[in-house]
């Protein structure tokens, strides 16, 4: 079955820490995978996407196949990065459809 | 632009009512998808249009049904509503590829008693 699994619910990290959302997914083909955020009270909106493979934010996320796995990783975290994070894949095969994770919050700590 | 309008913001209906949500897209946008969040899950893709046609299904009960106007503005249904149904159904559109950035509305929050 088409997945995409993240297994933290919660991330508290200090500013200036680094920052990885672990994402993993299950499909069989070529996945499309994206990151999108929530800020506090704004709309859902992509932070990044895998076939754009550009940084946005500081953000970047690799995507690993053999582990399949798409990773969210920023160097230094930013109090404003705070937010929901839900990682998401395009499947293709049969009916296409969205599948989103259940979304991990970020808290930034000073 | 305001951005993708969705409407009412807030719904309360009883088991076994109707219910018709409305979405109106970013000018431009040829293309609407539905999806439904429940309290702490991510969202969950309920349906995408495309000039008018259905281009993508979720895994969700024929009590769903949707549909696009001329103008790409849509309507998401549902029928029978259960306790279940209580959720956020937020709206997304995009200018029409499958792989085109999705802009999400503020969302409709609707809670069945």
């Known amino acids: 079955a088409q997945r995409v699994t993240q297994p933290e619910k919660l991330l508290s990290v200090f500013k200036g820490a680094p920052v990885e959302l672990k994402c993993n997914y299950s499909y069989s083909g070529s996945p499309e995978l994206f990151w999108y955020v929530q800020y506090s009270r704004q709309r859902l909106q992509l932070l990044l996407r895998?076939?754009s493979r550009e940084s946005i934010k500081g953000f970047t996320a690799d995507l690993n196949k053999g582990e399949t796995s798409f990773h969210l990783k920023k160097p230094f975290a930013q109090e404003e990065d705070s937010a929901m994070y839900y990682c998401a894949l395009i499947s293709t095969s049969g009916t296409y459809k969205y599948i989103f994770g259940t979304g991990t919050r970020l808290k930034v700590l000073a | 632009d305001a951005g993708v309008t969705q409407s009412p913001t807030h719904l309360i209906k009883t088991r076994g009512q109707h219910v018709t949500l409305r979405c109106s897209p970013i000018s431009g946008h040829k293309s609407v998808s539905w999806y439904q969040q429940v309290l702490g899950q991510g969202p969950q893709f309920i349906f995408q249009?495309?000039?008018?046609?259905?281009?993508g299904r979720g895994n969700f009960p024929d009590r769903f049904s949707a549909r696009q106007f001329p103008n790409y503005s849509s309507e998401l249904n549902v029928n029978a509503l259960l306790l279940g149904d209580s959720a956020l159904y937020l709206c997304a559109s995009s200018l029409g590829g499958i792989f085109e950035t999705q802009y999400f509305g503020p969302g409709t929050r609707l809670l069945v008693l």
């Open positions: 249009y495309y000039e008018k046609e259905e281009r």
């Open positions: 895998h076939i």
